[in-house]
Nanobody, 120 residues
Framework: QVQLVESGGGLVQPGGSLRLSCAAS????????MGWYRQAPGKQRELVAS???????NYADFVKGRFTISRDDAKNTAYLQMNSLKPEDTAVYYC??????????????WGQGTQVTVSS
């Protein structure tokens, strides 16, 4: 029905930047809140940032002022611009979206994750 595909992860030095993308495809009726989560080894998955369909945004305290979430509804895509990256930002980043697929029940979808490694 619906798939979320993340891209843009990789290895970056401390202080560097990366831009993650999350593209939704399939029989999409409406997309509501889109968000980015992350999970570091041995830790629980945590919310990084989210944006609803009115462009209201929410950020975890640990990324405020460094990360920016945005979306392009024409492309069914969400972005996460990550600046001033720190080693503690190293994690697998997952995209999440609240989607109402055409002909199916509205529910949460998850992407497969993209690795972000911040290291010198």
């Amino acid at each position: 029905q619906v798939q979320l595909v993340e891209s843009g992860g990789g290895l970056v030095q401390p202080g560097g930047s990366l831009r993650l993308s999350c593209a939704a495809s399939g029989s999409i009726g409406s997309i509501y809140t889109m968000g980015w989560y992350r999970q570091a080894p041995g830790k629980q998955r945590e919310l990084v940032a989210s944006i609803d369909n009115y462009r209201n945004t929410n950020y975890a305290d640990f990324v405020k002022g460094r990360f920016t979430i945005s979306r392009d509804d024409a492309k069914n895509t969400a972005y996460l611009q990550m600046n001033s990256l720190k080693p503690e930002d190293t994690a697998v980043y997952y995209c999440n979206a609240d989607i109402w697929p055409t002909g199916w029940a509205r529910r949460d979808y998850w992407g497969q994750g993209t690795q972000v490694t911040v290291s010198s």
